[in-house]
């Protein structure tokens, strides 16, 4: 991923139309939220979320939180049952994400959910990330805006000192209210998923008891086998066996290509749609090598959860 110069841009209604139109046009853009401040990227727009992979370093490709500006917008990407809705109408706007299923015609990246059927959507409390979201008119993927590993950015300073050079640009809003990452919310039964900037107690109030991360749910992401095809997966083919579909990378012949051209953002915005489309095809899937540097180690990391033993 090159350099590029880091815009820092004005709390004002020609910085935040400059942010929209950066993020229209795939870019990244870092925003303040209540809680931390957010790297954001479209969610419909798979090589802008393979960028913030890639900005960030990011070891795996964990399910990221999606941003939007209402309930309404929620509706249209995820499905709310009725403990689900209750818990959306007293804490949203706020430090509150909500795990639910994907909606039909939802449009996310599937690397966007990593892989899974659900979908953590906030809908946060901060004017300016707001004014973002409605100027944007559509879904923001949006983890923190720091290096994977390091301690979450609260400042346009935080997020300078840690992305300048790998982001289009900062919305500069000042100091998050917070400084917490929110508190995430899923599964059946209800579950506490991470705690954060809302206190367990006030959810509780309305849900009753949660149960506990690690008991009831597995959090996304820390399962051995994690997104596997119904079929076999063989690592590191060069070629096909009898009755195997290819899934290539890099100028090769093969079933579906990750890319081509050997681009690993390319690679990972293709990875979860093709691993899908060969599965559909009921047949065992050889994947060709992929460099372990860069984004291809997050990309190497799914390869081996999908063809882990189960």
């Not at 046009?25 to 939220?33: I, K, M, R, S």
């Not at 300016?128 to 979450?152: C, E, K, Q, T, Y």
């Not at 950015?153 to 640009?169: C, E, Q, R, S």
């Amino acid at each position: 991923m090159g350099v590029i110069t880091t815009r820092m841009l004005k709390p004002d209604a020609d910085g935040v139309a400059a942010a929209a139109d950066l993020l229209a046009g795939g870019a990244l853009v870092a925003f303040p939220t209540e809680t931390v401040y957010g790297l954001g990227g479209d969610a419909r727009n798979g090589r802008a979320v393979a960028g913030i992979f890639a900005a960030k370093g990011r070891p795996s490709f964990n399910p990221l939180i999606v941003h939007v500006p209402d309930l309404d917008a929620a509706q249209s990407i995820g499905t709310f049952d009725a403990p689900m809705r209750r818990l959306a109408q007293a804490f949203w706007p706020g430090p509150l994400t909500l795990v639910v299923p994907l909606a039909e015609g939802h449009g996310l990246s599937p690397l966007v959910t990593a892989g899974l059927e659900t979908v953590a959507i906030r809908v946060p409390a901060h004017p300016l990330a707001r004014d973002l979201l409605a100027a944007f008119g559509g879904a923001v993927a949006a983890p923190s805006a720091n290096p994977s590993g390091r301690i979450s950015p609260t400042t346009p300073a935080h997020v300078l000192a840690g992305l300048d050079g790998k982001i289009a640009a900062i919305l500069d809003g000042g100091a998050c209210a917070v400084g917490l990452e929110s508190t995430i919310i899923g599964g059946t039964p209800l579950a506490l998923l991470r705690p954060g900037g809302l206190a367990v107690e006030e959810i509780e109030a309305i849900t009753g008891p949660l149960a506990r991360a690690g008991t009831a749910i597995t959090a996304p992401g820390q399962l051995a086998s994690h997104y596997a095809p119904s079929s076999a997966v063989r690592l590191n083919a060069n070629c096909a066996q009898a009755g195997e579909v290819l899934l290539g990378f890099g100028p090769m012949q093969s079933d579906l290509n990750l890319s081509a051209s050997g681009d690993l953002v390319e690679a990972a915005a293709n990875l979860f749609g093709h691993l899908h489309r060969l599965d559909a095809m009921q047949r065992p899937i050889a994947v060709a090598p992929v460099p372990d540097c860069g984004l291809g180690r997050a990309i190497n990391d799914r390869l081996r959860r999908a063809a882990a033993p189960r």
